[in-house]
């Protein structure tokens, strides 16, 4: 039909511009460009007018800029490289942040939860699970409880309603192990050195959030300022291991049971080396921004099965293809969440994430860019070719638009046309210029 009224390579040049994402967000409106006198400031002729109901698809089509690569694989990729970008400039300067970065004291460190009960795994030396066999990477029974019945499902989704609280927690506490090494006081601190971070949360197998994180060690202005003498990777890996050991986030009494949390026993902190390969002897820029930039488009259906949005009724897990163990962490979640006093944690809102709220990627102010600017500038470029394209001058242009929300994804038929699609030049999503 779309090519009998000739309109079918009209709506193959849009589609292409979404650059291969499944679920755009579709928008009624007007967008109007007028030309402006720079000298008087009057405005003039219009120069250019797109209405929503002349675009082939009806509506002009938005990406929907998703970070799960379960809902739209095109638009996290694209997040993804933002969040590569995002750590590298905190790892060895750029997009704004001073290359002397490189030249700091910094580590990588995975932060995990605390057991909840025995779990099939493959042990690291070699041996048999404590079931007594030697479960494989694919095995659907890894990360499951060995007694089910024993397992503290209650701890272990309160603990990752806290996870986030436990981390805000550990940052001050790093800063104070940090002061008491470099004999200084917690006040001072501050006038000598700053901490940065980048940290992405990633589910374990058994549905429990841990975190890997940059931890750099800066001068009192951040990036922009040398680290003080005795600053060292060596110091920021026993201040890490210190504030660890000592954080703790209190949490609500169930049933007359009082809940405390702490990170798991299992901590790795490592030094992060030059931008170069080493054969794998060393932990390297490059290996640590491509190591966390994977996490970042995950959540926890990649690690358990779980849904990757919210659940409206409990009914609905009947009809999920989802593990047992997965099935009692959210119907755990969902049931706690009943309780008026943990109405705060929302837990049945966040029930298909098994309590974690919290934000998959985060950093501290100074740490390095952000993906907003990462977007603009993204944004920026793209514009500025389309202008060039059109010979619009941005400076003597005034620009009047109206859009309203109209519906989310594709038709069928746009939908089969956007698989033959190549991506238009310049939308694919590319690492962002400048």
Same mark, same amino acid.
């Given at each position: 039909?779309?090519?009998?009224?000739?309109? &079918?390579?009209?709506?193959?040049?849009?589609?292409?511009?979404?650059?291969?994402?499944?679920? %755009?967000?579709?928008?009624?409106?007007?967008?109007?460009?007028?030309?402006?006198?720079?000298?008087?400031?009057?405005?003039?002729?219009?120069?250019?007018?797109? #209405?929503?109901?002349?675009?082939?698809? =009806?509506?002009?089509?938005?990406?929907?800029?998703?970070?799960?690569?379960?809902?739209?694989?095109?638009?996290?990729?694209?997040?993804?490289? #933002?969040?590569?970008?995002?750590?590298?400039?905190?790892?060895?300067?750029?997009?704004?942040?001073?290359?002397?970065?490189?030249?700091?004291?910094?580590?990588?460190?995975? +932060?995990?939860?605390?057991? +909840?009960?025995?779990?099939?795994?493959?042990?690291?030396?070699?041996? %048999?699970?404590?079931?007594?066999?030697?479960?494989?990477?694919?095995? %659907?029974?890894?990360?499951?409880?060995?007694?089910?019945?024993?397992?503290?499902?209650?701890?272990?989704?309160?603990?990752?309603?806290?996870?986030?609280?436990?981390?805000?927690?550990?940052?001050?506490?790093?800063?104070? $192990?940090?002061?008491?090494?470099?004999?200084?006081?917690?006040?001072? +601190?501050?006038?000598?050195?700053?901490?940065?971070?980048? @940290?992405?949360?990633?589910?374990?197998?058994?549905?429990?959030?841990? +975190?890997?994180?940059?931890?750099?060690?800066?001068?009192?202005?951040?990036?922009?300022?040398?680290?003080?003498?005795?600053?060292?990777?060596?110091?920021?890996?026993?201040?890490?291991?210190?504030?660890?050991?000592?954080?703790?986030?209190?949490?609500?009494?169930?049933?007359?049971?009082?809940?405390?949390?702490?990170?798991?026993?299992?901590?790795?902190?490592?030094?992060?080396?030059?931008?170069?390969?080493?054969?794998?002897?060393?932990?390297?820029?490059?290996?640590?921004?491509?190591?966390?930039?994977?996490?970042?488009?995950?959540?926890?259906?990649?690690?358990?099965?779980?849904?990757?949005?919210?659940?409206?009724?409990?009914?609905?897990?009947?009809?999920?293809?989802?593990?047992?163990?997965?099935?009692?962490?959210?119907?755990?979640?969902?049931?706690?969440?009943?309780? @008026?006093?943990?109405?705060?944690?929302?837990?049945?809102?966040?029930?298909?994430? &098994?309590?974690?709220?919290?934000?998959?990627?985060?950093?501290?102010?100074?740490?390095?860019?952000?993906?907003?600017?990462?977007?603009?500038?993204?944004? $920026?470029?793209?514009?500025?070719?389309?202008?060039?394209?059109?010979?619009?001058?941005?400076?003597?242009?005034?620009?009047?638009?109206?859009?309203?929300?109209?519906?989310?994804?594709?038709?069928?038929? $746009?939908?089969?046309?956007?698989?033959?699609?190549?991506?238009? %030049?310049?939308? $694919?999503?590319?690492?962002?210029? =400048?």
């Amino acid at each position: 039909m779309l090519a009998s009224l000739g309109t &079918l390579p009209e709506l193959a040049r849009q589609l292409s511009g979404l650059g291969g994402c499944t679920h %755009p967000v579709r928008l009624d409106g007007h967008r109007t460009e007028y030309a402006v006198d720079t000298t008087t400031g009057e405005v003039g002729r219009v120069l250019n007018h797109l #209405d929503s109901t002349a675009l082939p698809a =009806g509506s002009l089509l938005v990406r929907c800029n998703n970070r799960r690569a379960t809902r739209c694989r095109a638009c996290a990729e694209v997040y993804r490289r #933002d969040t590569y970008h995002l750590i590298t400039a905190g790892l060895r300067g750029g997009k704004g942040t001073p290359e002397q970065v490189g030249t700091h004291p910094r580590v990588f460190a995975t +932060f995990t939860a605390p057991s +909840f009960g025995p779990v099939h795994n493959r042990p690291s030396n070699g041996r %048999p699970c404590r079931c007594g066999a030697r479960h494989e990477d694919t095995t %659907p029974v890894l990360g499951t409880p060995l007694d089910p019945g024993a397992y503290d499902y209650e701890a272990a989704v309160l603990w990752n309603a806290h996870a986030g609280a436990l981390w805000r927690r550990f940052s001050i506490y790093l800063r104070r $192990e940090i002061a008491k090494r470099a004999g200084l006081t917690q006040r001072g +601190f501050r006038d000598h050195a700053r901490v940065s971070f980048a @940290k992405v949360a990633e589910y374990q197998k058994r549905g429990a959030v841990h +975190f890997h994180a940059v931890i750099r060690l800066d001068g009192p202005e951040g990036g922009d300022t040398a680290p003080p003498a005795w600053a060292s990777a060596e110091l920021l890996t026993d201040a890490i291991h210190a504030a660890v050991t000592t954080t703790r986030v209190n949490g609500p009494e169930v049933d007359g049971r009082a809940h405390t949390f702490t990170f798991g026993r299992q901590l790795d902190v490592r030094t992060i080396r030059s931008a170069a390969f080493d054969d794998g002897q060393e932990l390297t820029e490059r290996a640590v921004a491509a190591y966390i930039a994977q996490y970042a488009t995950k959540g926890a259906e990649t690690a358990t099965g779980a849904l990757d949005r919210p659940l409206r009724f409990l009914a609905e897990l009947a009809q999920l293809d989802i593990s047992d163990h997965t099935r009692r962490l959210i119907r755990t979640a969902w049931t706690l969440g009943a309780r @008026k006093d943990l109405e705060h944690l929302r837990l049945r809102a966040w029930a298909h994430m &098994l309590g974690f709220r919290g934000h998959f990627s985060t950093k501290s102010r100074r740490y390095s860019t952000t993906l907003g600017a990462l977007r603009d500038a993204r944004a $920026e470029w793209r514009r500025a070719q389309a202008l060039a394209a059109d010979g619009t001058d941005p400076d003597t242009t005034l620009v009047l638009a109206h859009w309203v929300y109209a519906g989310t994804g594709l038709t069928d038929a $746009e939908a089969w046309l956007a698989e033959t699609l190549e991506p238009a %030049p310049g939308t $694919e999503g590319e690492p962002t210029h =400048g």
